[in-house]
């Protein structure tokens, strides 16, 4: 079951030979994230990050909506009447790795199946931390007891950048998935 409620993490596992993949989906939000959260510590060491009103609370804000945005763009690629979707995609075509029959087969992906679990994926990340800015405002007070003093300010940091690269990742990914609606699912390979 868990195999099944997982699935949408399969576009991290998408394999390609070159390295844009990996770039967009990790080095590039890491990248922004460090800064960030560097550029916030140095300029606004007092920024109310966890509290109502917060950073986390305006985030949770803005990602609330993304969901359904999420949901319309896979419905909207995934019935989409345009033939040139089903092709593989032109030269060394992205790889992944599927339930076929109960097996599990590595197969060339079509931009349809490619943008697909793009848009499964940032659904899925876009519930996770619209989920954990709600966790993380609700019981903000409540946790204030619970780490030793020492404690405290690292576990912020590591919970605060979590948050900003998985946000990034969001908006990288979102980006590039603009993109192909927006162009790249339009242009000719030819």
């Known amino acids: 079951?868990?195999?099944?409620?997982?699935?949408?993490?399969?576009?991290?596992?998408?394999?390609?030979?070159?390295?844009?993949?990996?770039?967009?989906?990790w080095w590039l939000p890491v990248a922004v994230s460090a800064a960030l959260v560097c550029a916030g510590?140095?300029?606004a060491p007092s920024l109310n990050l966890f509290h109502k009103d917060g950073l986390i609370d305006k985030l949770l804000g803005f990602v609330q909506s993304l969901p359904g945005f999420?949901?319309?763009?896979?419905?909207?690629?995934?019935?989409?009447?345009k033939a040139d979707l089903d092709e593989v995609m032109p030269g060394v075509p992205p790889r992944a790795r599927i339930l076929y029959n109960g097996q599990r087969v590595m197969v060339d992906l079509t931009r349809r199946?490619?943008?697909c679990l793009m848009f499964a994926y940032l659904t899925a990340l876009s519930i996770a931390v619209t989920l954990a800015c709600i966790?993380?405002?609700t019981c903000v007070d409540v946790g204030r007891a619970w780490p030793?003093?020492?404690?405290?300010?690292p576990l912020r940091g590591v919970l605060a950048f979590g948050l900003v690269l998985?946000?990034?990742?969001?908006i990288v990914i979102t980006l590039w998935g603009l993109y192909y609606l927006g162009e790249r699912m339009h242009t000719p390979d030819k």
């Open 113 to 115: 199946r490619f943008l």
């Open 1 to 25: 079951m868990s195999s099944v409620l997982l699935r949408p993490l399969l576009y991290l596992s998408i394999q390609h030979d070159s390295k844009r993949l990996t770039s967009l989906n």
């Open 148 to 153: 030793p003093a020492g404690l405290l300010d």
């Open 166 to 170: 998985l946000t990034s990742q969001m």
């Open 135 to 137: 966790v993380i405002v």
């Open 41 to 43: 510590a140095l300029l």
């Open 70 to 81: 999420y949901m319309a763009a896979l419905s909207a690629v995934a019935t989409f009447g």
